[in-house]
T-cell receptor
Framework: GEQVEQLPSILRVQEGSSASINCTYE??????FPWYKQEPGENPKLIID?????ERKQTQGLIVLLDKKAKRFSLHITDTQPGDSAMYFC????????????FGSGTKLTVEP | EAAVTQSPRSKVAVTGGKVTLSCHQT?????MYWYRQDTGHGLRLIHY???????EKGDIPDGYKASRPSQENFSLILELASLSQTAVYFC???????????????FGEGSKLTVL
């Protein structure tokens, strides 16, 4: 399987600043790392992902970094807006069971005006 | 847009009672999953299935059974519900890994279960 640790569990930032969430994984053979956003009362939705053959990926104000050596990946939200307030989950997929995602414990992000 | 529907959306059950949570997908996906969400624990995998009439155990299968009678339907069964099973349960489907597919999960709306 896989163990994914996610920090911080709670994050408050001011509107317009950036927010960073960090995750570590144990299985060095894991090769796919998605991030899901869950708004209050909603289901989780994929917002960005990165494969192990990349170190950085960026889309629409989101940046994902992957450090395979350290077995660490992170999500950076630039120029945060109140609409970014939500729960964020990182996940990892191990090669041993490549159709199962193992999730971190989540980060509750609050963007304050 | 992928479509995964769960029923019921909310349920109150008594300790020791039987609970069945149902999930239906119209995505023609091979893979279906049941996750449990608790504060501080994120999403934990209970059971999953990659083909009809077959299920696999996830990380926390104890106290749960699963049934996949068809590609479209996947149920989670709590034979003897306990207080500790109070949680939000999410069903998800996925096309699996292959070709351009990354194995993205498409989640249902969730089922809030309260066991009293």
């Amino acid at each position: 399987g896989e163990q994914v640790e996610q920090l911080p569990s709670i994050l408050r930032v001011q509107e317009g600043s950036s927010a960073s969430i960090n995750c570590t994984y144990e299985n060095s053979a894991s090769n796919y790392f998605p991030w899901y956003k869950q708004e209050p009362g909603e289901n989780p939705k994929l917002i960005i992902d990165i494969r192990s053959n990349m170190e950085r990926k960026q889309t629409q104000g989101l940046i994902v970094l992957l450090d395979k050596k350290a077995k660490r990946f992170s999500l950076h939200i630039t120029d945060t807006q109140p609409g970014d307030s939500a729960m964020y989950f990182c996940a990892a997929r191990p090669m041993s069971n490549y159709n199962v995602l193992y999730f971190g414990s989540g980060t509750k992000l609050t963007v304050e005006p | 847009e992928a479509a995964v529907t769960q029923s019921p959306r909310s349920k109150v059950a008594v300790t020791g009672g039987k609970v069945t949570l149902s999930c239906h997908q119209t995505n023609n996906h091979d893979y279906m999953y049941w996750y449990r969400q608790d504060t501080g624990h994120g999403l934990r995998l209970i059971h999953y299935s990659y083909v009809a009439d077959s299920t696999e155990k996830g990380d926390i299968p104890d106290g749960y059974k699963a049934s996949r009678p068809s590609q479209e339907n996947f149920s989670l069964i709590l034979e003897l519900a306990s207080l500790s099973q109070t949680a939000v349960y999410f069903c998800a489907s996925s096309p699996g890994l292959g070709g351009t597919n990354t194995g993205q999960l498409y989640f249902g709306e969730g089922s809030k279960l309260t066991v009293l």
